[in-house]
């Protein structure tokens, strides 16, 4: 007989792990760690609320794999024995609670903010080309930076950093990693034409765009294994100056290339299309043709997870249709216990855009409530 439990609900297998719902805690950037980029007590208390739920499947906050990829104050990092142990702490308690954590690794590229980059040890902004963005969402706005243009030896370096983070990650207790080539940083450049330009092997046709992430995906599966390795795209999104004309083309054959080089791989893990800064927009005659069926359908019934300001009811409907998983951010920011609120179809709390980004704040961060209407059912 069928399952009366929603397929949301139901484990699933993603490498080594038997994860026991489908419900993803998203990477959500919260700049709490300290100015050496190590984290605390808090992100340990964090996370280790969030893994209540046994089986359930985290991804962590992006994480900076050097100091050359970091420029932003208050992130983690993932490149020395501080922040190595830091984050041993946090992992160590999310496998107290029966749950799983990947590293999200990441790199700015043009992002990067030049006076953080400069303070923490004079390193230049650096892109596959030198084209510069205007943050739209930027409190103060700044005169635009040109980035300095990689050289080939430095983009060969760039993979080796990848994977030694990788490696630390391992050693830091995670059950994997996933790379950040979503949303407008450095693995995201080097994909799209809008922010790569370049004319050697490195730039122009589709083959080209994808040889330093290729590069990067090799490199980690050989450090750490294809099993312990996923990657987030963005193949819609317009954040931070991002948006080719036509995406699908570079992004499909991009997981082609991942699925037959790596059978084992992970997951894919993609954001939906229609999403303006991550707040969520309507069908109209200008985005309707944006899809992901043509990734989904490459990658076949390997693990997927979609993400995008998903409400209870597209989750469950999502994965009952497509399979895969869903990413939740800001739902499980404010909702500990979200996959048991999902699964009882209790309230959410809501979230406080306010507390977000708070450098070292406790508020905002470890004290959203767990709900006392599950407590008393499970009592």
Request: charged share 20%; no cysteine.
């Amino acid at each position: 007989m069928p399952s009366s439990v929603a397929p949301l609900f139901q484990p699933i297998r993603i490498g080594n792990l038997n994860v026991q719902h489908r419900i993803v805690m998203a990477p959500l950037t919260r700049f709490r760690a300290n100015k050496a980029h190590v984290h605390g007590e808090l992100a340990k208390t964090y996370y280790g609320q969030r893994a209540g739920v046994p089986g359930t499947l985290i991804v962590t906050e992006a994480t900076f794999i050097a100091p050359q990829a970091a420029g932003y104050a208050n992130v983690p990092g993932i490149w020395n024995a501080d922040q190595i142990a830091g984050w041993k702490a946090v992992t160590e308690t999310v496998h107290a609670k029966g749950s799983f954590i990947f590293l999200q690794l990441w790199s700015l590229g043009r992002t990067a903010d030049p006076d953080v980059l400069k303070e923490e040890g004079s390193f230049d902004v650096i892109a596959p080309s030198p084209i510069p963005y205007i943050d739209e969402y930027a409190p103060v706005k700044k005169e635009p930076v040109v980035p300095r243009e990689l050289k080939v030896s430095e983009i060969k370096d760039f993979a080796q950093l990848y994977s030694k983070a990788a490696s630390n990650a391992i050693e830091a207790g995670f059950d994997g990693v996933e790379l950040h080539s979503a949303n407008g940083y450095l693995l995201d450049q080097f994909l799209q034409d809008v922010t790569n330009q370049r004319t050697d092997e490195y730039g122009g046709s589709v083959e080209n765009r994808l040889r330093f992430p290729l590069e990067v995906i090799n490199a980690v599966v050989k450090a750490v294994g294809a099993e312990r390795t996923g990657i987030r795209l963005s193949p819609w999104s317009k954040f931070q100056g991002m948006g080719m004309e036509d995406p699908l083309p570079t992004f499909t054959t991009l997981v082609e290339r991942i699925r037959d080089a790596h059978p084992n791989f992970a997951y894919i893990h993609a954001i939906e299309p229609r999403l303006n800064a991550f707040v969520k927009e309507g069908i109209t005659k200008e985005n309707q043709h944006e899809t992901n069926d043509p990734l989904r359908k490459a990658w076949g019934d390997r693990p997927y997870i979609a993400a995008g300001g998903l409400e209870r009811a597209e989750a469950i409907e999502i994965v009952k249709n497509e399979g895969g998983l869903v990413a939740f951010g800001r739902h499980f920011l404010a909702n500990p216990d979200l996959p048991l609120r999902l699964k009882e179809n209790v309230a959410l709390t809501p979230y406080n855009r306010n507390t977000f980004y708070t450098p070292e704040a406790a508020a905002g961060y470890i004290d959203y409530p767990f709900s006392e209407q599950i407590a008393s059912v499970k009592a």
